[in-house]
């Protein structure tokens, strides 16, 4: 069994704090949809940056947070 999806279960944000899902971050009560934002981007990039690049699929944490992004967004509408 494969542990690397659980490296990235969690997320640390230097900024805003410990988040230990996506949703989480959408949770929040204390972080404005901008900071929202910036958590799930900074997330992102760091589960793209320590991929292994000949992965044959994305890593599984980077649909969650796709989705978490989706439904950041859809709320502003």
Excluded: C, N, Y
């Excluded at 690397?4 to 410990?18: I, Q, R």
Aim: aromatic share 4%.
């Amino acid at each position: 069994m494969s542990t690397e999806p659980l490296v990235h279960a969690k997320f640390d944000h230097p900024k805003h704090g410990e988040f230990e899902r996506p949703d989480a971050v959408l949770d929040d009560p204390g972080l404005s949809e901008a900071e929202k934002q910036e958590v799930l981007e900074a997330w992102i990039e760091r589960v793209r940056h320590e991929a292994h690049p000949d992965a044959p699929e994305p890593h599984p944490l980077r649909s969650s947070l796709d989705a978490a992004i989706e439904r950041l967004a859809s709320a502003r509408t």
